[in-house]
Each structure stands twice: as C-alpha cells, then as structure tokens.
C-alpha cells in the first residue's frame, strides 16, 4: 500500500501521510542527562517538555528524545543534521566535547573525521559529505553537507564538490562539475586544458592528506577563493596554498593556484 493509495474500506484514492510532518524520536535512558547533552554539546535547548519527553525545533525538522527503558542500539545513523560547513560544524562540536567516529566507512576515505560519500540525490549534489557522533544515551547522530551541482548552495557547494571529488578519488565526480573549455594555471602549469589536467595532475590526488580549509567564499558572482591548508599522505610538512575558481552555469571553467608557505614557517 502506498501513501495514495485508498483507505481500508474502498472509496476514493487519497493521500494518506503525504501532507504529514516527520518528527524523529530519540529513546533516553536518562532524560536529565540526555537534556543537559543536548544543551552543553550541541547548544540545543527544547522548545517544549512535558514529561518524559522534550521536543526539539531545529530551522528545518523537529525531533524529540523521549525517556525509554530501552537503549539505543548506535549501529546506524538515527538522525542527521544537514549543514552549510561541515568543516566548522565538526570543529565547532569538538572544541564542546562531541567525540566524532573516526572508524569510518570500508571502501570510502576519511580525513579529520570527514567522510566523502560518492553520489547523492540529484536534487541534493553530486556527492556528499558526512561525520558521525553519539549522544550520551547511545544514539547514533550524523553531520551531512551536499556537495557539487548549482542545485546546493551555488559556487560555493560546487567549489566544495571538486575538493571532495579529490579527497575520494572520484574522477567522475569531478569530470561532472568542470566545463568542457576548462583551464588549469599554477606557477607550473600555464593553461592547461581538461585533458592535459586529468593527464598531469589527477594522478597526483592520493598524495595529499586532504585540505583543511581556512577560507572558503564567493567574492564576486561567480568567483570563489578557497585558502587551505594540505600535506603529503606520508607526513612531513604542511603548506597553505590559495585557489581562485571561475564559474560559468554551475560549473567551474578556469582554476588559478597560488602556491603559499610552508605551514609554520
């Protein structure tokens, strides 16, 4: 049966949970403990309480933890919150004490606690990425963040999606969001087309261990600067470069690098 199908008893097809809202319920063993979690981890206060239960409103979605005798398996994500920055949520959550997983997922890279997840709805992206958490009664949460397509978030999500595509090794992935007439600068590579780039430095993406941002914004339409910070996957030093991206229709058709410090120097 489906959500349009007829009610028991024939009649007429209708909707039935099509125009409802979903709320999530999250089982406590303690409720107290549970509510001061939220409050100090998170900086989530519940919009409403009665007893043994708190309703939470976020500025999409509500959801509510409930006190049960049970707990929570946390073998899969339970509830999950989709954020602009996954950078500086997970920071930002650190620095109050959330304790990220860092065993992550087969098959699939994870850098600083981050993973990049391949693929997403095509309304959403391109891909996305994701980082996971436990409450203190067990249940597991998640951090998402969209990335790649005009659809999400502009320039910046489109940005966003190249580095993740090199973070994962998805050529794919960033095949999809560079223009045909593509070109590549660097003080060592002077225009190189989308062929010559994928030829010389595609090959280079399993050296680097990832790139922490410092900056990461549009400065005029259609025009992104990212400054971040990297370094080769075997260890040794850290440089911060800075990269100046041109969109064109959702997609990026010229990258400018400007190679910066050795980190600490």
């Known amino acids: 049966m489906t959500t349009s ?6 009649g007429a097809a209708r909707p039935v949970l099509t125009a409802s809202a979903v709320a999530t319920r999250l089982p406590a063993h303690d409720l107290d403990r549970a509510r001061a979690w939220y409050r100090e981890k998170l900086g989530l206060s519940p919009s409403e309480a009665r007893e043994g239960g708190l309703l939470y409103r ?9 006190a049960s005798t049970g707990r929570a398996a946390g073998t899969h994500t339970q509830m999950g919150f989709e954020v602009d920055d996954i950078e500086a949520a997970v920071r930002l ?16 890279r994870m850098v600083d606690g981050i993973v990049d997840v391949p693929g997403n709805y095509p309304s ?12 203190s009664e067990g249940n597991l949460l998640g951090l998402g963040q969209p990335v790649g397509g005009p659809s999400h978030g502009g320039p910046v999500s489109v940005v ?3 580095f993740s595509a090199w973070r994962s090794g998805d050529r794919a992935a960033l095949e999809a969001l560079l223009s045909d007439d593509f070109r590549f600068f660097s003080p060592r590579d002077d225009g190189l087309d989308r062929a010559a ?24 339409p259609g025009v992104v600067t990212v400054t971040y910070e990297s370094g080769r996957a075997g260890g040794g ?8 991206f041109t969109l064109r229709d959702g997609l990026v058709v010229e990258v400018e690098v400007f190679f910066g410090r050795t980190v600490g120097s």
């Open 124 to 135: 959403k992206g391109t891909g996305e990425r994701g980082a996971w958490f436990r409450d």
């Open 237 to 244: 030093e850290r440089f911060r470069n800075t990269e100046v």
């Open 58 to 66: 976020v500025r999409d979605g509500a959801f509510v933890v409930f």
């Open 93 to 108: 959550l650190r620095e109050r004490g959330v304790v990220f997983d860092d065993e992550g997922i087969p098959g699939l």
């Open 5 to 10: 199908d007829t009610a028991s008893g024939g």
């Open 160 to 162: 966003r999606g190249v």
């Open 197 to 220: 780039y994928f030829e010389v430095c595609w090959p280079h993406h399993e050296e680097l261990a990832g790139h922490d941002f410092v900056h990461i914004g549009e400065v005029e």
